[in-house]
């Protein structure tokens, strides 16, 4: 039973390209998070939803999208994508905004 | 602006010895402390985390110690093994507030 799933696990596409990363969590959790890891493994938050009500958002392109169907899940989609972009994308939840995050495993993009 | 910075980058230890890492904050309304802990290709994964009312926590082999007054913490491996090779981060946040994360240490244990 996978606690934080992420889908695709590796996404390659082309500049000026539209695409989704999609989240679910199975652990209750009110509060879930997108992070961006870049190439040096810096780990930035990018946006936090709590109870599908945005809370946290980070000085990102508006070309990325978060959207919060329920609690359950937490989707980004980028648009136009730029060179820029490639980086593995974090999924996390956590139990309210003051508890430990659990993480999934992760989405690689990568844009040609 | 960098708010927690986080010591060595990387760092290589003999199996058995004791690992090392290091992270100094500025915002003295940080009141949560914890150390993640990554494989390559799996997300990052709470190890252990501190709040400011003790200085040292101990779990296992892991052990965090923290100096309010300096505004530095420490993650401590005692007899590292070569499955303990990841990268590790430190992170610092405020109730209710994001995780700021440090740098990140590339910890390798050689057999």
């Known amino acids: 039973d996978t606690a934080v799933s992420q889908t695709p696990k590796y996404l390659v596409t082309q500049m000026g390209n539209d695409k989704s990363i999609k989240c679910e969590q199975n652990l209750g959790h009110d509060t879930m998070y997108w992070y961006k890891q870049d190439s040096k493994k810096f780990l930035k938050i990018m946006f936090s939803?709590?109870?599908?009500?945005?809370?946290i958002n980070e000085t990102v392109p508006n070309r990325f999208s978060p959207k919060s169907p329920d609690k359950a899940h937490l989707n980004l989609h980028i648009n136009s994508l730029e060179l820029g972009d490639s980086a593995v994308y974090f999924c996390?939840?956590?139990?309210?905004?003051?508890?430990?995050?659990?993480f999934g495993p992760g989405t690689r993009l990568t844009v040609t | 602006q960098q708010q927690v910075k986080q010591s060595p980058q990387s760092l290589i230890v003999q199996k058995g010895g004791i690992s090392i890492i290091n992270c100094a904050y500025e915002?003295?309304?940080?009141?949560?402390f914890p150390w993640y802990q990554q494989f390559p290709g799996k997300g990052p994964a709470l190890l252990i985390a501190i709040r400011p009312d003790v200085s040292e926590k101990k779990e296992g082999r892991f052990t965090i110690s923290f100096n309010k007054s300096a505004k530095q913490f420490s993650l401590h491996i005692m007899d590292s093994q070569p499955g303990d090779s990841a990268t590790y981060f430190c992170a610092a946040a405020t109730s209710g507030s994001r995780l700021t994360f440090g740098e990140g240490t590339q910890l390798t244990v050689n057999p």
């Open positions: 939803y709590n109870n599908k009500e945005l809370i």
């Open positions: 996390a939840s956590s139990q309210n905004r003051a508890s430990e995050q659990y």
């Open positions: 915002n003295t309304a940080f009141d949560y």
